[in-house]
């Protein structure tokens, strides 16, 4: 049994609670997986250049499906973006708008855009997950390449709205949440699973070579995909039904110490 990819969800995952991972021991990590050949991806609801932003030196290195698989890049290079149409755009909008429950990010490939309305707190909350970010008088305004949509929506109401925005603008757009108060939308066939299928078959890696990591609802295709899923101890249950191995929490450094035992040939892959 040989792994040649290894996939992180960040938050919940990958990172702490403070947005932070034990760099040492990661990049001691990278430099056996580069000597086995073996590719990490970084598969995320996040933008591209938040996620960027976590790797320092091997950040065009290693590969990115960023915005729930709307936009993949591979070594800095664009494998693949999401353009939604703008007539679906209009009609997306005019449903989200006309609820007062969500505040509003609208994801472009170039940057990410709120209303000039929202609060200074949910700007900078909002900040710490899109990079680059504007606000804009209206998202008429917004001339970019449109990936996804983000929502900000009361914690206990998350499933319940997630599920009457599938019943209202499902063909549109698929909603899924990535955690208690968030919801995105994506474009139907585009998610975490589909972007790591791209770079599969652009590197000839087959499902039981590949190893996910993931927590939220937005990871369960993606778990669901590979041979070697495991759900975080943190993780919903709906995740952790999805996925077929469970990692320790993502507090306790979860993913590094599933990695750590493939290294050292224990746990689900002892031969």
């Known amino acids: 049994m040989t792994i040649k990819l290894i996939a992180v969800d960040m938050d919940g995952t990958f990172l702490n609670k403070e947005m932070g991972y034990d760099k040492e021991r990661f990049l001691k990590q990278y430099a056996k997986m580069k000597e086995q050949g073996i590719r990490f991806v970084v598969a995320s609801g996040n933008q591209y250049y938040q996620l960027k932003s976590f790797f320092g030196e091997i950040q065009d290195e290693i590969s990115y499906v960023a915005e729930n698989g709307a936009y993949i890049v591979d070594q800095g290079q664009e494998v693949s973006a999401v353009d939604i149409p703008k007539e679906d755009i209009e009609l997306v909008l005019k449903e989200l708008v006309s609820n007062k429950k969500f505040q509003i990010v609208l994801c472009g490939k170039e940057s990410a855009y709120v209303l000039d309305s929202v609060s200074d707190t949910f700007f900078t909350i909002v900040n710490k997950y899109y990079h680059r970010?504007?606000?804009?008088?209206?998202?008429?305004?917004?001339?970019?390449?449109?990936?996804?949509?983000?929502?900000?929506?009361?914690?206990?109401?998350?499933?319940?709205?997630?599920?009457?925005?599938?019943?209202?603008?499902?063909?549109?757009?698929?909603?899924?949440?990535?955690?208690?108060?968030?919801?995105?939308?994506?474009?139907?066939?585009?998610?975490?699973?589909?972007?790591?299928?791209?770079?599969?078959?652009?590197?000839?890696?087959?499902?039981?070579?590949?190893?996910?990591?993931?927590?939220?609802?937005?990871?369960?295709?993606?778990?669901?995909?590979?041979?070697?899923?495991?759900?975080?101890?943190?993780?919903?249950?709906?995740?952790?039904?999805?996925?077929?191995?469970?990692?320790?929490?993502?507090?306790?450094?979860?993913?590094?110490?599933?990695?750590?035992?493939?290294?050292?040939?224990?746990?689900?892959?002892?031969d």
């Not at 249950?237 to 993913?255: F, L, Q, R, T």
Request: aromatic share 8%.
């Open 133 to 270: 970010l504007k606000r804009v008088g209206s998202f008429d305004e917004v001339n970019d390449q449109i990936l996804k949509f983000a929502l900000s929506c009361p914690d206990e109401e998350t499933l319940q709205l997630r599920d009457m925005l599938r019943s209202s603008i499902g063909s549109t757009v698929t909603a899924v949440s990535s955690g208690h108060g968030s919801i995105d939308l994506i474009v139907p066939e585009f998610h975490k699973a589909s972007g790591i299928q791209l770079l599969q078959d652009k590197w000839g890696i087959k499902d039981d070579e590949t190893m996910a990591f993931g927590d939220g609802g937005n990871d369960i295709e993606m778990l669901r995909h590979v041979k070697y899923s495991f759900a975080m101890e943190n993780g919903s249950d709906e995740v952790k039904a999805a996925a077929k191995y469970m990692a320790p929490a993502n507090i306790n450094s979860g993913v590094l110490e599933v990695i750590d035992q493939y290294f050292a040939g224990q746990g689900p892959f002892q």
